[in-house]
């Protein structure tokens, strides 16, 4: 068999290293994109008929997708099964977040695709996890942060738990850890030889996370009754504000020291607000502050506050995010094709993440650089990609 022609030069650390991606939604397409952003090769493995998504949005504004290219295949066909095979003989990783068995029944299981690549390490992210009674169950990030005790410790006191973004289970507790596992499996790859499944969970990955909190419950300074503990909004001094144009602000001065500042800053005397860590203390406190806060605007307060040591930040929108002093001074958002969205994370001094690119609809020129022309040409003439209808032959070394 030919070489396959070379893929378009990459940029960041994961430079040259290659990964499969069985479309999904939520955390898998996350984790990937992470590892795109880093440099990895990442190519999509696409349904050709649009999957459930709930709420859908057009391509260009589907961010999660970018930084990487894709092919469309119906894997319920064998021959687009063969060609992922194929693939999957180049790649370093591959990543899937079906429910457990589904790529067994497929016949992309673990056993199949490290029978064709024993160095591959195969990454499955999955809200319960691979096994345990609610393995075949459906859910979403909100079911996985309540089972693991984050989710009950998320809110004020005497209300309900307050739900978050996805970012705490479906992106955090579940695509990070994906991406990290997967490195790992790499890392460890390249001096056995020998690659591995990594089974990473939300609830597993949320929990984990939680690490410290479950730490100090245990030590007993943390309460389950929600907002009774320093940060979950039980203090006065680790909390938002509303200012006089109806804005917020964000303070958290634990240490004594710089809560002394902030008190100096707004001209509150220590005795009017009592013993900064003594909960009898919090309710009196909390409306001092409050008062203060309300006699200026949220500009204003970040002309006096922005920049000192009171551990102080302006509660912003999406939109107005990107045009913090801060972050533009720091690139944390870039404009690609239009669309403003996040840059790369983390940075990198000796091989920096080069620009996203925007996302990309299915198109079999994303074979270049996995296979050789002559079996691009092959996979192209069999039909198999983009192409519903009855399984054409597989094509011939």
């Known amino acids: 068999m030919t070489e396959p022609t070379s893929p378009p030069t990459r940029q960041g650390p994961l430079a040259g290293v290659k990964v499969i991606e069985l479309a999904g939604i939520g955390p898998g397409p996350m984790g990937a994109m992470l590892l795109a952003d880093m440099g990895a090769e990442v190519l999509r493995i ?19 997708m970018r930084n990487r290219r894709s ?42 695709c490290l029978a064709r690549n024993p160095r591959l390490v195969y990454g499955r992210i999955t809200g319960w996890g691979q096994d345990g009674p609610l393995a075949q169950a459906a859910g979403h990030d909100l079911n996985y942060i309540a089972l693991t005790g984050v989710l009950h410790a998320i809110g004020r006191k005497d209300q309900p738990p307050s739900i978050p973004l996805a970012v705490v289970g479906d992106f955090g507790g579940g695509a990070l850890y994906l991406a990290m596992g997967v490195l790992a499996g790499i890392i460890e ?27 100090m419950r245990a030590a007993g300074q943390w309460r389950d009754e929600r907002g009774s503990n320093v940060l979950d909004s039980g203090a006065p001094f680790y909390e938002v ?4 144009d109806g804005l917020w602000i964000s303070i958290g001065p634990i240490e004594a020291r ?31 502050f409050a008062a203060a806060f309300r006699t200026r605007t949220r500009q204003a307060w970040c002309e006096l506050l922005e920049g000192s040591d009171v551990c102080f930040a302006p509660v912003l929108s999406f939109g107005e995010a990107p045009a913090h002093p801060h972050l533009q001074a720091r690139g944390s958002f870039v404009e690609i094709e239009g669309v403003t969205q996040p840059a790369p994370a983390p940075r990198f001094s000796r091989t920096p993440s080069g620009r996203p690119t925007a996302p990309q609809a299915p198109s079999d020129d994303g074979l270049e650089g996995w296979l050789a022309p002559a079996r691009i040409e092959a996979w192209r003439r069999a039909g198999v990609m983009g192409v519903m209808g009855a399984a054409p032959a597989q094509p011939q070394s």
Request: glycine share 10%; proline share 7%; aromatic share 6%.
């Open 241 to 244: 504000y509303e200012c006089a």
């Open 71 to 112: 092919i469309a295949l119906d894997l319920k066909n064998p021959e687009a099964v063969a060609l992922v095979l194929e693939l999957i003989e180049g790649a370093d990783a591959l990543i899937e977040g079906f429910r457990p068995g589904v790529t067994e029944r497929l016949g992309l299981g673990p056993e199949a």
């Open 46 to 64: 696409d349904r050709q008929t649009p999957a459930d998504l709930g709420v859908k949005r057009p391509l260009q504004y589907n961010l999660l």
């Open 258 to 288: 710089f809560h002394a500042e902030l008190l100096q800053r707004l001209g509150i005397a220590p005795e009017a607000v009592g013993t900064q860590l003594d909960p009898r203390d919090w309710p009196r406190a909390r409306g001092v």
């Open 189 to 215: 790859a390249r001096s056995s030889g020998r690659g591995q499944v990594v089974d990473a969970a939300v609830v597993d990955g949320v929990s984990h996370m939680a690490t410290a909190f479950f730490g």
